[in-house]
């Protein structure tokens, strides 16, 4: 294991081992849109109100409390309507663009972004990259293969509890009584004791059939999307990147570990270093909006 800056020599190893790639494979976490002001869970910004994030996204939450729970995935899209992308959402949205990809990982036949975030920050990022790259038809590049896959889905998703329908919807609140109830909370901070009690048919509804619809986000204990997909690029992986995320949510924690198991190669990208970067080849220790970026001069 290295752990060293990316001015150090471990940055030209992780460049040689990346332009070697062939199958590469991304999983992000909360502290890839950490600088774009979106809270993580775990490194101090896990509160919401008085209450525990982690606790609010169940669905035995949801159960116990549809009203609160509504009110906290409130909160979140409204964090993540007013954000953009960061410097390292960029970074990884040009590697989704095979002409940039190839600058750097001349071997990849596939680059896929598999991202535990659901504030739709790294399709934001790839939109206005691919739209820049739009215009210059001769930095097209047919080949290899990239993908971004949203394994917990998106605080933007609103899916019903009975059909299952989902839809998109970016508006500022999925219902006037979350705009109202966020409106009332201004100056009060305990949201376990003095929450807004919404009444069931005011939360939003299933526009097919009526029924309680619920933030189409996965949940703790939940599956994950697109699972079998990813299982199958894990599999292929000769080499991740773990981005700003804690490693603490199965199935993505063992993503590193499987690849290292066949042979793959591990780079780790976080602000802390942690005990289970033992197995990584490469340990970027910092903030990764800087890393990042410093890591592929040729995007600028
Ligand atoms: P986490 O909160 O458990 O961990 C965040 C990790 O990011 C920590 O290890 C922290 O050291 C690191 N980090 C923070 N700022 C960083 C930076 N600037 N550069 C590099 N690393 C940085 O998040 P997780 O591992 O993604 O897992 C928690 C779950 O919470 C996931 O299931 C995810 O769906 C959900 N979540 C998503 C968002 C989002 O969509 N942005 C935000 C919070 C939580």
Same mark, same amino acid.
């Given at each position: 294991?290295?752990?060293?800056?990316?001015?150090?020599?471990?940055?030209?190893?992780?460049?040689?081992?990346?332009?070697?790639?062939?199958?590469?494979?991304?999983?992000?976490?909360?502290?890839?849109?950490?600088?774009?002001?979106?809270?993580?869970?775990?490194?101090?910004?896990?509160?919401?109100?008085?209450?525990?994030?982690?606790?609010?996204?169940?669905?035995?939450?949801?159960?116990?409390?549809?009203?609160?729970?509504?009110?906290?995935?409130?909160?979140?899209?409204?964090?993540?309507?007013?954000?953009?992308?960061? =410097? $390292?959402? @960029? %970074?990884?949205?040009?590697? +989704?663009?095979? *002409?940039?990809? #190839?600058?750097?990982?001349?071997?990849?036949?596939?680059?896929?972004?598999?991202?535990?975030?659901?504030?739709?920050?790294?399709?934001?990022?790839?939109?206005?990259?691919?739209?820049?790259?739009?215009?210059?038809?001769?930095?097209?590049?047919?080949?290899?293969?990239?993908?971004?896959?949203?394994?917990?889905?998106?605080?933007?998703?609103?899916?019903?509890?009975?059909?299952?329908?989902?839809?998109?919807?970016?508006?500022?609140?999925?219902?006037?009584?979350? =705009? $109202?109830? @966020? %409106?009332?909370?201004?100056? +009060?901070?305990? *949201?376990?004791? #003095?929450?807004?009690?919404?009444?069931?048919?005011?939360?939003?509804?299933?526009?097919?059939?009526?029924?309680?619809?619920?933030?189409?986000?996965?949940?703790?204990?939940?599956?994950?999307?697109?699972?079998?997909?990813?299982?199958?690029?894990?599999?292929?992986?000769?080499?991740?990147?773990?981005?700003?995320?804690?490693?603490?949510?199965?199935?993505?924690?063992?993503?590193?570990?499987?690849?290292?198991?066949?042979?793959?190669?591990?780079?780790?990208?976080?602000?802390?270093?942690?005990?289970?970067?033992?197995?990584?080849?490469?340990?970027?220790?910092?903030?990764?909006?800087?890393?990042?970026?410093?890591?592929?001069?040729?995007?600028?």
């Amino acid at each position: 294991m290295l752990e060293e800056s990316s001015q150090s020599p471990q940055r030209n190893e992780f460049r040689q081992a990346l332009a070697e790639a062939k199958h590469i494979i991304v999983v992000a976490g909360a502290g890839l849109s950490a600088a774009s002001d979106i809270p993580t869970f775990r490194d101090g910004g896990g509160m919401w109100r008085s209450l525990d994030s982690t606790s609010l996204a169940t669905p035995e939450a949801f159960t116990a409390n549809p009203s609160l729970v509504w009110q906290f995935y409130h909160y979140r899209r409204t964090k993540a309507l007013l954000a953009h992308p960061n =410097a $390292a959402h @960029d %970074a990884t949205a040009k590697l +989704l663009i095979p *002409a940039y990809l #190839k600058k750097v990982a001349q071997q990849a036949k596939s680059f896929h972004l598999i991202t535990q975030n659901v504030d739709g920050l790294s399709g934001l990022a790839f939109k206005a990259t691919s739209q820049k790259l739009a215009g210059n038809s001769a930095k097209k590049v047919p080949t290899p293969k990239t993908s971004t896959l949203e394994m917990h889905g998106s605080v933007f998703a609103v899916q019903c509890t009975e059909c299952g329908y989902s839809t998109e919807n970016r508006s500022l609140a999925v219902c006037p009584s979350l =705009a $109202a109830a @966020d %409106a009332s909370f201004q100056n +009060l901070q305990d *949201a376990g004791t #003095k929450h807004r009690d919404i009444p069931l048919e005011e939360l939003p509804r299933c526009e097919k059939c009526g029924a309680l619809a619920r933030p189409g986000v996965v949940w703790f204990g939940e599956k994950p999307h697109h699972l079998d997909a990813i299982n199958s690029l894990v599999y292929e992986a000769d080499m991740i990147l773990v981005i700003g995320t804690s490693s603490t949510v199965r199935p993505a924690s063992t993503f590193a570990y499987r690849v290292k198991r066949h042979g793959g190669k591990v780079a780790v990208f976080n602000l802390e270093a942690s005990t289970q970067d033992q197995q990584a080849d490469y340990v970027f220790v910092g903030p990764c909006e800087t890393i990042l970026p410093s890591l592929f001069p040729e995007f600028d």
